[in-house]
């Protein structure tokens, strides 16, 4: 069965980067899709980005700018980097592998990322 | 970006009950395959989201027949007979046909 575990600062300090890490047990990252969400405080949930079985990686445009997906596939994970924080990006991020079509079928346990000095 | 409008924001049920979510899309989610791309989920308090249903009214592994999702282009809905208290919670719509993937704001189902 696949799951899926992030790990990262649970603190970051505006202007400065946010680097979380997804890994995966249980499946390869070499196939399928592998994304990231996050929900801020309330109700509000954001697709971040994704990053294929092949490594190529699509963006939500308002984060593009900011953000970079990678992969690691001799230890089986993928990252999430975001820069220039701010208390906006103040959220819990989810990792999630797609099921079928664009829907997430596996999610992990989240990480809650506050963005505070 | 495709914006997805979900109603009632809160909903009240007692157990054994029916309950229906309405999701609404800003544009038709019939994506040029075919397909609708549009998935609920539910966010149990303390847990992650999970998926319940995709391409409308598939239901996803494991996930009772008490739920069952319809519609087509920008109306969506999602059915839950038979209320039971694990299914209290937060209900998510998204779509997937048109990136940014999108989300609805979110469905309280409370029990009454």
């Known amino acids: 069965e696949v799951q899926l575990q992030e790990s990262g600062p649970g603190l970051v300090k505006p202007s400065q980067s946010l680097s979380l890490t997804c890994s995966v047990t249980g499946y390869s990252i070499t196939s399928n899709y592998w994304g990231w969400i996050r929900k801020f405080p309330g109700n509000k949930m954001e697709w971040i980005g994704h990053?294929?079985?092949?490594?190529?990686?699509s963006y939500n445009p308002s984060l593009k700018s900011r953000i970079s997906i990678t992969r690691d596939t001799s230890k089986n994970q993928f990252f999430l980097q975001l820069n220039s924080v701010t208390t906006e990006d103040t959220a819990t991020y989810y990792c999630?592998?797609?099921?079928?079509?664009?829907?997430?079928?596996?999610w992990g346990q989240g990480v809650m990322v506050t963005v505070s000095s | 970006d495709v914006v997805m409008t979900q109603t009632p924001v809160s909903m009240s049920v007692s157990l054994g009950g029916q309950v229906s979510i309405s999701c609404r899309s800003s544009q038709s989610l019939v994506h040029n395959n075919g397909n609708t791309y549009l998935s609920w989920y539910i966010q149990k308090p303390s847990q992650s989201p999970q998926l319940l249903i995709y391409?409308?009214?598939n239901r996803f592994s494991g996930i009772s027949d008490r739920f069952s999702g319809s519609g087509s282009g920008t109306d969506f809905t999602l059915k839950i007979s038979r209320v039971e208290p694990d299914d209290l919670g937060v209900y998510y719509c998204?779509?997937?046909?048109?990136?940014?993937?999108?989300f609805g704001g979110g469905t309280k189902l409370e029990l009454k």
């Open positions: 391409k409308v009214s």
């Open positions: 998204g779509q997937g046909t048109q990136y940014p993937w999108t």
């Open positions: 999630a592998r797609y099921n079928v079509g664009t829907s997430f079928g596996y």
């Open positions: 990053i294929s079985y092949s490594g190529s990686t």
